[in-house]
Nanobody
Framework: QVQLVESGGGLVQAGGSLRLSCAAS????????MGWFRQAPGKEREFVAT????????YYRDSVKGRFTISRDNAKNTVYLQMNSLKPEDTAVYYC??????????????WGQGTQVTVSS
């Protein structure tokens, strides 16, 4: 019903910035909360940030607070993740997710294919 496509990943040096985008298509009329998760090799997928449909409720994992900012533009059916002061431990595949309820758990209905973010020292 909803397709999500991430973009904006790449290779950056520690301290650099990157902006991820997630474009939604399909049943975009639904008022979905959207979030970002990431998964590093050998580790489980973990929550990064999430935002409600209206954009007034936002949550971040502690390790990215003050560095990452999640936002959305419903007119463009797109959610963004601005990542500043990147650290090597931020290296992971970043996934966009959408669902009817905002949550920090990976309990979303739709997922993108992911975009690789690599932060070098």
């Amino acid at each position: 019903q909803v397709q999500l496509v991430e973009s904006g990943g790449g290779l950056v040096q520690a301290g650099g910035s990157l902006r991820l985008s997630c474009a939604a298509s399909g049943r975009t009329s639904a008022r979905y909360a959207m979030g970002w998760f990431r998964q590093a090799p050998g580790k489980e997928r973990e929550f990064v940030a999430t935002i409600s449909w209206g954009g007034f409720n936002r949550y971040y994992r502690d390790s990215v607070k003050g560095r990452f900012t999640i936002s959305r533009d419903n007119a463009k059916n797109t959610v963004y993740l601005q990542m500043n002061s990147l650290k090597p431990e931020d290296t992971a595949v970043y996934y966009c997710a959408a669902g009817p309820q905002i949550t920090t758990r990976d309990q979303y209905d739709y997922w993108g294919q992911g975009t690789q973010v690599t932060v070098s020292s």
